[in-house]
T-cell receptor
Framework: AQSVTQLDSQVPVFEEAPVELRCNYSSSVSVYLFWYVQYPNQGLQLLLKYLSGSTLVKGINGFEAEFNKSQTSFHLRKPSVHISDTAEYFCAVSAFGGSQGNLIFGKGTKLSVKP | EAGVAQSPRYKIIEKRQSVAFWCNPI?????LYWYQQILGQGPKLLIQFQNNGVVDDSQLPKDRFSAERLKGVDSTLKIQPAKLEDSAVYLC????????????FGSGTRLTVV
């Protein structure tokens, strides 16, 4: 079975500052890793995903994440945030292969960008 | 392409009443999921369909929840009777397949049980 731990439930940051949202996972098999963003009263939107290859993954809206297998981490970063990045961010994991492969989500991190 | 459609967007019911949610996935997506997202938590899988067959319903409270996907396209999720703890956002998602495809989510149905 897989599990995801998002280490911070809330992250306040000032506009134009860098931000890192932390995610650790646990799995006995190889996994795919995802970050989703949820704006108020909306569904989840895929930011980026790691399937294989380069450990640095670039996504939409200037976000990137780095897969670290030895530390079982997949932290999300942005060098300069905007007010519009205020949202909740979810890290998710899916087992490699198999017919299920459903996404297991962390509890989310609320990013609050202040002017 | 059109996204995942869900209705209604909001629903308020009294406990012990029944309620149904509808989902229309992206055309051609064989896999459909229903997730429950309780306030302050991440989404939790309720049921996964592959075409019109159930792949995983291990976390579906089958004494009160049911779901079907007729003809491998639209899906409905029903709760009967509802409990206060069922208050949540119910998210439908679809994907081309499992594993690395990632999902496309609908906007969800916010259910309030009073």
């Amino acid at each position: 079975a897989q599990s995801v731990t998002q280490l911070d439930s809330q992250v306040p940051v000032f506009e134009e500052a860098p931000v890192e949202l932390r995610c650790n996972y646990s799995s006995s098999v190889s996994v795919y890793l995802f970050w989703y963003v949820q704006y108020p009263n909306q569904g989840l939107q895929l930011l980026l995903k790691y399937l294989s290859g380069s450990t640095l993954v670039k996504g939409i809206n200037g976000f990137e994440a780095e897969f670290n297998k030895s530390q079982t981490s997949f932290h999300l970063r942005k060098p300069s945030v905007h007010i519009s990045d205020t949202a909740e961010y979810f890290c998710a994991v899916s087992a490699f292969g198999g017919s299920q492969g459903n996404l297991i989500f962390g509890k989310g991190t609320k990013l609050s960008v202040k002017p | 392409e059109a996204g995942v459609a869900q209705s209604p967007r909001y629903k308020i019911i009294e406990k012990r009443q029944s309620v149904a949610f509808w989902c229309n996935p992206i055309s051609g997506h064989a896999t459909l999921y229903w997730y429950q997202q309780i306030l302050g938590q991440g989404p939790k899988l309720l049921i996964q369909f592959q075409n019109n067959g159930v792949v995983d319903d291990s976390q579906l409270p089958k004494d009160r929840f049911s779901a079907e996907r007729l003809k491998g396209v639209d899906s409905t999720l029903k709760i009967q009777p509802a409990k206060l703890e069922d208050s949540a956002v119910y998210l439908c998602a679809s994907s081309l397949g499992t594993g690395g495809y990632g999902y496309t989510f609908g906007s969800g149905t916010r259910l309030t049980v009073v």
